[in-house]
């Protein structure tokens, strides 16, 4: 590899690289969010790791089968689910380049995220309502927070949703509001994932015990 040197009007030397050769668009991009997400992977197991732990301490308070509603986590379950296929159709008509149908798909999957988060509220306010504060027991400190921390990142996930949806309608489907889009199905779709480890280890497994 050679280095050169050449010197600029102002007197002071250039470096650059003789042989630099260009690096593809994106490709840093897609690097800096895989790494992102493997980072996300651990906060989540360190916070599934601490419900295991801490999640049978009730401290003579409130256990899961005296909060959990099963069919109102079975509604909310089917919301986020719901959003990540209508995410898949949007990244299709992405694909084909028809803008109006992009957006259509991607306003679909916002409105099931707000009702995810919304029933999701509606939980967490009926509990506290009831006296089970994250404060009662080691359970419910962990459980608010391992599920509290996934709704933060869904309610982030909504934000950049609009955003993107904002960026896409000012400026079309160029190839950066694509990237932006195919590393938010990523994000969105490891939520999912996440979410269906919650929805098993907190609430099917806490019904059982």
């Not at 030397?13 to 980072?39: C, K, N, Q, R, V």
């Not at 009662?136 to 400190?141: Q, T």
Request: hydrophobic share 50%; charged share 10%.
């Amino acid at each position: 590899m050679t280095i050169s040197v050449k010197p600029q009007q102002t007197g002071e030397p250039l470096f650059y690289l003789a042989d630099e050769h260009p690096h593809p668009e994106g490709w840093s991009t897609s690097l800096g969010f895989w790494i992102y997400l493997m980072s996300d992977c651990l906060i989540f197991a360190i916070l599934f790791a601490t419900y295991g732990v801490l999640g049978a301490n009730y401290a003579a308070g409130p256990a899961p089968k005296d909060l959990f509603d099963l069919n109102l986590v079975a509604i909310n379950t089917s919301m986020l689910l719901l959003s990540s296929i209508t995410y898949g159709f949007a990244m299709l008509t992405m694909q084909q380049g028809r803008i109006k149908a992009t957006q259509a798909w991607l306003a679909i999957t916002g409105l099931f995220g707000l009702a995810f988060i919304g029933i999701e509220l509606t939980e967490f306010a009926h509990m506290i309502h009831e006296g089970a504060t994250p404060q009662r027991s080691a359970f419910l400190s962990s459980f608010f927070t391992l599920v509290g921390t996934h709704g933060l990142h869904v309610s982030f996930g909504l934000i950049w949703l609009v955003t993107l949806m904002i960026q896409v309608w000012r400026f079309g489907l160029i190839e950066a509001n694509q990237r932006r889009l195919m590393c938010l199905s990523m994000f969105w779709h490891f939520l999912d994932v996440v979410w269906i480890g919650v929805f098993t280890f907190v609430y099917l497994m806490g019904m059982l015990r």
